[in-house]
């Protein structure tokens, strides 16, 4: 049966959201401030300390949202079902969000493709035809390539790491308390953000070791309207899916593609291709996020789901 969504107050589901705020952007600084270790050798050294810490942030977060939100069974499977943790409509989950957001980067697949039919035909000119030894060494170079990829700490960050912590924390834990606090859809939606881009200050301190205050400023805050339309995005894709794996895989491919390129004075073909790709990501937004493709059932939602009734 449904929860009533007064079993929590506006004002326990904010001071716990802000809670989790602090604590994921706090408890990066503690190996040095609390903790008193010896400054990383080394970036990887340094970035492993802090997926350690975003880590135990999370699982911090998973636990106190658990506490406070009506949960009356206490299995695995219910608080993994509050959290959007599912196995079922896995696939719909990854496939369908992504092609969505791929809409939104239109101008940079079209711009990426055209750079790798340049590369294939600087290669032909050249002279360099496809033979059993340059399919050989094209196999060791992906192969080589693919360590290179996977050793890269960076890459853990961006694609694995950051992902899976800001989603966890900032969509599941978070929506869920402003949902069942009573807040309307679109209140959380919009809401949730805001505290997704208030853990991203913490960069400001990093860019004033490189930049002014005001150059800094500039970037840093360039980077929070980013993180907040983002935010508004994958906050959207959560309620109307319920499922976590649908804001995570778009949280992947946007780190991946990094900013929308829009125009180009290369061709006027990737400007096209942005208009019509936002066209179209506006045009899909509701039918492909409609909650019977990710649900089984969609009329009877506990108190930290809202799908039932936004469709």
Not at 90 to 98: C, H, R, S, Y
Not at 173 to 193: D, E, N, Q, R, S
């Amino acid at each position: 049966m449904a929860m009533d969504a007064s079993e929590i107050s506006k004002t326990t589901a904010i001071v716990a959201c802000t809670s989790m705020t602090l604590l994921y952007v706090a408890i990066l600084y503690t190996p040095t401030f609390l903790l008193r270790l010896p400054p990383p050798d080394s970036i990887q050294t340094f970035m492993i300390r802090r997926f350690i810490c975003a880590a135990v942030s999370s699982v911090a977060s998973l636990l106190l949202c658990a506490y406070i939100l009506p949960v009356r069974k206490w299995e695995a499977s219910s608080l993994l079902g509050v959290y959007g943790i599912r196995l079922d409509h896995i696939w719909q989950a990854v496939i369908i969000p992504l092609s969505l957001t791929s809409l939104m980067y239109a101008g940079s697949l079209v711009l990426k493709s055209l750079l790798l039919l340049d590369s294939w035909r600087d290669q032909w000119n050249h002279g360099d035809q496809l033979s059993r030894d340059s399919v050989k060494d094209i196999v060791c170079k992906l192969i080589i390539w693919m360590q290179s990829v996977f050793s890269n700490i960076m890459v853990w960050r961006n694609f694995i790491v950051a992902p899976l912590t800001e989603e966890l924390v900032f969509r599941a834990c978070m929506i869920p308390l402003l949902l069942c606090g009573g807040l309307t859809t679109y209140t959380a939606v919009f809401l949730c953000p805001i505290f997704f881009s208030l853990a991203h200050l913490n960069h400001l301190l990093d860019t004033l070791h490189h930049r002014s205050l005001l150059q800094a400023s500039i970037v840093v805050g360039f980077q929070l309207g980013y993180t907040v339309i983002f935010g508004w995005y994958a906050s959207f894709l959560f309620v109307r899916t319920g499922h976590l794996t649908a804001p995570i895989i778009a949280h992947m491919f946007c780190n991946f593609m990094g900013l929308p390129v829009i125009y180009s004075q290369r061709t006027g073909l990737i400007t096209v291709a942005s208009i019509a790709g936002l066209l179209g990501f506006v045009w899909l937004l509701f039918p492909f996020t409609y909650p019977y493709l990710y649900n089984y059932e969609i009329d009877s939602c506990e108190c930290w789901h809202r799908y039932c009734t936004w469709q």
